[in-house]
């Protein structure tokens, strides 16, 4: 377990003390959907690297990577809650994440539309051919995560 403090804000790699339901709550907040309690803690648990932050005891930013040790990592899951974002926490939690990830050949993430410059800045690069199947591919095709496959358009 991996805990430090920055100024205001406890930072830690440690999931036994989640609240699982306050995560969900974060990311309804962030806004970053619905993540039911049940599915975080599984997800969570299946992650090779996490990071929360908390605020005065208050979870404000969390985020996770799956990872296999030495190929890939990807990064999911970056929330910081509205009251806490644009202080530069939801860059350092990816940092943080790709930081846990040292040593994979390759770092992903897939960006939410619009947030591509933030990534940018943060080192990443676009993919020319990265591919996606997503569970709902209409909504997927809806809000900008994905485009048309040039057959079809």
């Known amino acids: 377990m ?18 699982w339901a306050e ?5 309804r907040v962030a806004p970053l ?3 039911p309690p049940e599915e975080l ?18 979870l404000v930013g969390a985020g996770r990577a799956l990872a296999d040790g030495i190929d890939c990592s990807y990064l999911a899951d970056v929330a910081v809650h509205p009251d806490h974002q644009g202080r530069g926490i939801g860059g350092a939690i990816v ?8 040593g994979h050949k390759k770092v992903l993430l897939y960006a939410s539309p619009g947030t591509e410059a933030f990534y940018d800045r943060l080192g990443f ?3 020319r051919t990265a591919m996606a199947r997503f569970r709902d591919p209409e909504a997927a095709l809806a809000s900008g995560l994905v485009a048309q496959p040039e057959a079809r358009r």
């Open 2 to 19: 991996h805990t430090h403090t920055s100024g205001e804000l406890v930072w830690s790699h440690d999931r036994t003390a989640v609240d």
């Open 23 to 27: 995560l969900s709550e974060l990311y």
């Open 33 to 35: 959907g619905h993540k």
């Open 41 to 58: 803690a599984i997800v969570y648990g299946n992650s090779r690297y996490a990071c929360f932050v908390r605020h005065a005891g208050r």
């Open 95 to 102: 940092l943080d994440l790709v930081r846990q990830s040292n």
């Open 125 to 127: 690069l676009p993919m």
